[in-house]
């Protein structure tokens, strides 16, 4: 072992490299004077020094040009990759007319139904003309206006939110309680809705498009979306309730029948309900037709979407391959 200290007790500098036998050596460096010291090998040979870039102090290296740019820029506008996934409107036939109130609906104006007012009221121009038609169409090529502004289709944007409690499933709230849109507000500038709705105090997934044609299409009932519950009652249920449900019950003339019923816990408090029914609180409404309270309700799953690795209150943009899959009605 190699002492660091002389007889007088100071202590020495420790040379950098040692081996038995051999005197130590420090590692190569360049003098005060600017002058380098020889690099040695493990044989004690001397070998060439790298040479040495002079420049002024604090002064930084140039970096050589990178074929590819280096680290790419950041967006200067509203979207950034990392942070945001925005879709491109896909490729429409130039030649197909479109209805007036869809084409003024996915360009953000406003609803289909807000924008039969807004053609009764004379404030849409088709190419100059007033138009006043509820059956209008239009092509995507005609310059189309709004109090005499010009109307560009929107680029498409999905949005998958883990709903919180006492939120809101709407888009403006007259009693002003906190919404949805309050916290995906700064997720784009794009008008976008809640496909279909959660009670107040349900959570779970949520999806927000811009996109009506399929929002259409995930909440008519005929296409057989599967939702995923996760439901928590006041008592356990009885196996002649859990007979009842599984055979199916009538709710506004129709009788709704879920498509798996489990118990993933030890309790029967606690239920896994697969549903594709799209009425209105059904699940809570089915639990109180058997004489139960539904104390806790998450949709864990909803049209092949899942919250995970989505917080309580958090959200995030879908990807290209989700997109597709509900696109094709993969649900």
Known sequence: MYNNSNNDGERRPRPRFHREGAEPVGRPHFTRDGESRPRFSRDGESRPQRPHTERPFGERAERPNRPFG?????????????????????????????????????????????????????????????????????????????????????????????????????????????????????????????????????????????????????????????????????????EVDEAILRAGVVLDDERVIPDALEFPKADRRHIGLEIHSGQNRVVRRMFEKVGYKVVNLDRVSFAGLTKKNVGRGKWRFLTPKEVAFLQMGQF
């Open 70 to 238: 280096g680290k790419p820029k950041r967006n200067n506008g509203l979207y950034s990759g990392h942070k945001q996934q925005v879709y491109r409107e896909q490729h429409e036939d130039p030649t197909k007319p479109v209805r007036l109130n869809k084409y003024l609906a996915n360009a953000g104006i406003c609803s289909r139904r807000e924008a039969d007012d807004f053609i009764q009221a004379g404030v849409i121009t088709v190419n100059g003309e007033t138009v006043d038609n509820l059956g209008a169409k239009v092509l995507p090529t005609d310059d189309v206006r709004f109090h005499g502004q010009p109307v560009r289709r929107e680029r498409k944007v999905y949005i998958l939110l883990n709903k919180p409690k006492n939120t809101v499933t709407t888009t403006d709230d007259p009693q002003e309680r906190h919404t949805v849109i309050d916290i995906v507000r700064s997720a784009c500038a794009e008008r976008i809705y809640p496909v279909g709705r959660l009670d107040r105090n349900t959570t779970g997934v949520l999806l927000l498009t811009n996109d009506g044609d399929l929002a259409a299409k995930l909440t008519h009932p005929k296409f057989h979306k599967k939702k995923i519950y996760a439901v928590t009652l006041d008592r356990e249920l009885d």
